[in-house]
């Protein structure tokens, strides 16, 4: 902006919609900026600003409905078009007079380029706000104690026996692989999370994740030993075959830190044979190589019978020395198949398929050698990230991030503003601009109106629109998500890039209550056709065990257990895992959205 311009103060005047709309017909747009004795001339040039909205100097290019503008005259500055007839002068006087607003300093709204913000700030000493914010710190509390004892891995035991031959825990093995200081976005930490009766597999027995290797964004994938030897239970593969999907829809390299012993045997058959089984890993590795996605993989323990393919199929792998293993079967299958007696390390260590079998690419002296080669590794990939997007600076929050606390309770019957819409969907789409959902939906509403209204065909709309939509879509369940509210807010269904729960959140396909009534409705009307009654106590017997199983079934902890998400985050990280999810899904390009046949 021109210096001239930058110098204009704001005062007490503004010039009406009428008066300013016949000066810009007159001579129309593209006036310039002028100088003369004791006599500043400016013309917005086809944009309007209402009164009050200026900080400093106007913005000729802003517009909004109220098509007013500030005069500003001074002794030295007045603002007048170049030429105006005598009718035009008449109507600038007529126009000017005295305006009581008072001018506030600082930023505002509609200021230039910045974006608009909404006009509505928490209350933090109403009663509500205080309420909301004790319960969800209750909540935080509870979160932070439950992931501290996950970040354990392993009992006692198992962890000093792990270290005892010269290993890094798996996590210490994430922490030296990605760059210092840079976040690891963990991944369905609660994964496996009192799932199986009387025995405990903490995050599944593997940690997956996004971290940043060399500068490239990974998707990390490392057995946690500690945890049943790092073999393979049902939901251990479900997170592995998860991580992989990431790293597909994404595009992000994958490296493999190894050290499991392969199947969970007694679990064999919720294991091996199905589509979405162990066999599926290898599948996934072999078509993201064929993609140009880089497959590493690092033996830094055992890797038996079928877990021997994760090295085998990857681009390059990396074996450690004395530690790493790689056999189809391990000594003991060996002696009961052939009678030969041999050791691990004589069967699969590294030496053997270093200098003989080939194998292996890297020989490893021990895990820190190991890690420092992966990040050779990816530095020699000549990665260069290719955004379909324009990306702006990051610029703060407006308030505190805690405040989210009050905001959003326990209470999900207390509702708070979240604006959605089938049309907002498609122009993101066709501006590929990533859509973020946060979901407190209750459902579409139901009804003899409603139905009328064509509720259906409008909740089709919306679950169409979030169907086809290409853009990365990241969910934040931050409430309730009950029924076709969770297919429309991209529920799980509709694969989100990535979705994240807050640790007030519920999922069901109804509320408790509700399902006991109408179950208690069905029971009740099946009694009448047979002529018995359906007394108050059979209907509270009914009644209660189905509320006690909803309110188990849609606790975010029975979720996250089952990879029903991404994990559970605290409010106050929102910012950060968004900002991390957001920077790894715009390494993919961006494809075109083709919309189906919607019914208006």
């Not at 209350?123 to 309420?131: K, L, P, R, W």
């Not at 009804?447 to 934040?476: H, L, N, Q, S």
């Not at 729960?501 to 009694?527: C, F, H």
């Not at 065990?545 to 985050?569: N, Q, T, V």
């Amino acid at each position: 902006m021109r210096q001239d311009l930058a110098e204009l103060r704001p005062c007490p005047y503004w010039l009406s919609s009428g008066a300013w709309c016949a000066a810009t017909t007159y001579y129309g747009r593209g006036a310039q900026t002028r100088a003369t004795a004791g006599l500043r001339i400016w013309e917005v040039s086809g944009g309007l600003r209402p009164a009050g909205e200026w900080s400093g100097a106007p913005n000729p290019g802003s517009r909004t409905g109220k098509n007013q503008l500030r005069a500003c005259p001074t002794p030295s500055l007045v603002l007048v078009p170049r030429c105006l007839p005598a009718v035009m002068w008449a109507a600038l006087r007529l126009a000017l007079r005295p305006c009581n607003r008072t001018f506030v300093p600082g930023p505002r709204a509609y200021h230039g380029d910045s974006v608009a913000t909404l006009g509505t700030q928490p209350d933090s000493g109403s009663a509500i706000y205080q309420e909301n914010y004790e319960q969800m710190k209750a909540l935080v509390n509870q979160l932070r104690e439950r992931a501290q004892k996950i970040r354990l891995g392993g009992n006692e035991k198992a962890r000093e026996l792990h270290k005892s031959r010269g290993k890094l825990l798996a996590r210490e093995r994430v922490d030296n692989l990605i760059d210092p200081g840079s976040p690891f976005l963990e991944l369905s930490q609660f994964a496996g999370y009192q799932l199986y009766v009387n025995e405990e597999v903490p995050a599944g027995g593997i940690i997956t994740g996004i971290g940043r290797v060399s500068g490239v964004e990974c998707v990390i994938v490392a057995n946690d030993a500690t945890v049943k030897g790092g073999t393979y239970y049902p939901v251990t593969v479900k997170k592995h075959l998860r991580a992989q999907e990431i790293a597909m829809q994404n595009r992000l390299p994958c490296i493999y830190l190894v050290d499991s012993g392969g199947a969970n045997l007694p679990r064999q058959a919720e294991i091996f044979p199905d589509r979405d089984h162990f066999g599926r890993i290898f599948y996934n590795q072999a078509i993201m190589s064929s993609q140009n996605i880089a497959q590493i993989a690092v033996v830094m323990g055992s890797c038996t019978a079928g877990g021997a393919y994760v090295p085998a199929m990857a681009d390059e792998n990396i074996i450690v020395r004395k530690q790493g293993t790689i056999f189809l079967a391990g000594p003991p299958l060996v002696k009961a198949a052939t009678g030969e007696e041999v050791s691990a390390e004589d069967l699969g260590g590294a030496d053997l398929h270093c200098r003989k079998s080939g194998v292996s690419d890297y020989y490893a002296l021990d895990d820190h050698h190991a890690l420092h080669l992966t990040r050779v590794i990816v530095r020699n990939q000549n990665y260069q990230k290719k955004l379909d997007v324009t990306v702006e600076p990051s610029e703060d929050p407006l308030f505190p991030a805690d405040e989210l606390y009050g905001i959003v309770g326990t209470n999900l019957k207390r509702p708070f503003d979240i604006r959605e819409g089938a049309h907002f969907i498609q122009i993101c789409c066709q501006r590929n601009i990533p859509l973020l959902f946060l979901q407190n939906i209750t459902g579409f509403m139901v009804g003899r109106e409603y139905e009328a209204e064509g509720i259906a065909k409008d909740g089709a709309k919306m679950v169409a629109a979030v169907a086809c939509a290409k853009v990365p879509k990241i969910t934040i369940i931050i409430g309730g998500s009950y029924g076709a509210g969770n297919y429309g807010m991209c529920g799980r269904a509709y694969s989100p890039r990535f979705l994240y729960l807050w640790p007030n959140a519920r999922i069901s396909v109804m509320g408790g209550e509700q399902a006991a009534n109408v179950l208690a409705t069905v029971a009740k009307d099946q009694r009448a056709r047979e002529g018995k009654k359906f007394s108050s106590a059979d209907e509270a017997a009914l009644k209660e065990p189905i509320i006690k199983r909803f309110e188990e079934e849609g606790d975010p902890y029975y979720s996250s257990a089952r990879l029903w998400d991404d994990g559970i985050i605290d409010p106050v990280d929102t910012r950060l895992v968004l900002g991390l999810s957001l920077s790894a899904a715009l390494n993919a390009p961006i494809p075109k959205t083709d919309f189906g046949i919607l019914r208006m």
